[in-house]
């Protein structure tokens, strides 16, 4: 079987970083839950070759599922606070002022949520690995999957994300990131479960033109960079107090970024845990020139 051209390994070749930081603390993306309905998409989607692999992979993890790892990369800040910091750049990418990718500025060394998907993604798909290091890319792959379909985590503005970005909803302080990550999806007062199912149920997405792409992870990053650039996140200038229309008008965005999430999601896992395609184990972080 031949690869699909989304995740033929050329394309894996050093892509992204980020300029501008966030703040180590301040670069979760979605709430667990929400990282939970990404991850129970993507399951619902794996071929059976992958769910085999994903169970002998997360096999003695304490939630030993897509939804139990998915917000692992996030609980690190608890449980793992160098290996947090360490991270911390892997979770988003910031723009620089325009939707267009350069890698100098947005992107040095490297070192941001494409680049970080496209290494652990390379890493997952090296079935000659050790376990522990394929694990722990799997573990981090669905974590920056998810992260990629945020839309303040491919910010625009200078204001880490949305972070620096402070409303007021019910007469409670906030940022536009805490809204993003999770506010909007509390509106609806589902757990992940019901709410992934409830998405899964849906009418299916239209033909996703990513999954033809040689950069997809560039591509969800710059689909949700232009999001922003609609001005369909932030609330209009001066306006600081937020309320029920306003979250409600956004949530059909939201729910399509879990979607989209999901489904790509599993069709990147699925070739990377195909037996038959797996990567050369002697592959290095950064691919090949084409």
Known sequence: MRPHPL???RFLAPLLAIAGAFAAGDALAWSAEGHRIVARIAEAGLTPAARAEVDRL????PAPTLAGIAAWADELRDTDPEAAKASARWHYINFQGRCAFDAAS????????VGAINRQYLTLAQHGRPDAQRREALKFLVHFVGDAHQPLHAGLRDDAGGNRHQVNYRGDGSNMHRIWDGTILERRGLKSPAHAAELLARPPLPADPTLGSQTPALDWALESCRIIETGDVYPPEGRRVLDEAFLDARLPIVEDRLRKAGTRLAAMLNHALAPTVAAPAAATD???TP
């Open 58 to 61: 997360l096999a003695g993890e």
């Open 7 to 9: 995740y033929r390994l």
């Open 286 to 288: 950064s691919a090949p």
């Open 106 to 113: 947005d992107c040095p060394g490297n070192d941001c949520v």
